[in-house]
């Protein structure tokens, strides 16, 4: 499977990160250091955005964003995780506001 997350967040400042942790060994099995690292431009702030290819073993996908400060400082959105169900054959886009809803779709593949 293959997911890209489209992430809208303006509360970050230059040299800060939004990363996407999860369950999964693609998604850095929780580790900020191994995370999905998204990123931004002048010209697309405050979208984020970033993929990944995720195992055909991975039926499913427990995540959360956060926000990795210039500093190292990690703050995680606030909530309970979120969870994408996965196939090998999966094209996902997610569009998601830091902190907020989140919307699916399922692309063809």
Same mark, same amino acid.
């Given at each position: 499977?293959?997911?890209?997350?489209?992430?809208?967040?303006?509360?970050? *400042?230059?040299?800060?990160?939004?990363?996407?942790? +999860?369950?999964?060994?693609?998604?850095?099995? !929780?580790?900020?250091?191994?995370?999905?690292?998204?990123?931004?431009?002048?010209?697309?702030?405050?979208?984020?955005?970033?993929?990944?290819?995720?195992?055909?073993?991975?039926?499913?996908?427990? !995540?959360?964003? *956060?926000?990795?400060? *210039?500093? +190292?400082?990690?703050? !995680?959105?606030? +909530?309970?995780?979120?969870?994408?169900?996965?196939?090998?054959?999966?094209?996902?886009?997610?569009?998601?506001?830091?902190? +907020?809803?989140?919307?699916?779709?399922?692309?063809?593949?």
């Amino acid at each position: 499977a293959v997911v890209t997350w489209h992430v809208t967040c303006p509360s970050t *400042a230059p040299g800060d990160s939004i990363l996407v942790l +999860g369950s999964a060994a693609a998604a850095g099995c !929780w580790r900020p250091d191994r995370a999905i690292r998204l990123t931004t431009s002048p010209a697309t702030f405050p979208l984020w955005y970033g993929a990944a290819r995720f195992e055909s073993g991975d039926a499913g996908l427990s !995540w959360k964003l *956060a926000i990795q400060r *210039a500093d +190292g400082e990690l703050c !995680w959105e606030a +909530g309970r995780d979120r969870d994408i169900e996965l196939d090998a054959m999966s094209k996902l886009l997610v569009d998601v506001d830091f902190g +907020g809803q989140a919307s699916l779709v399922r692309l063809r593949p």
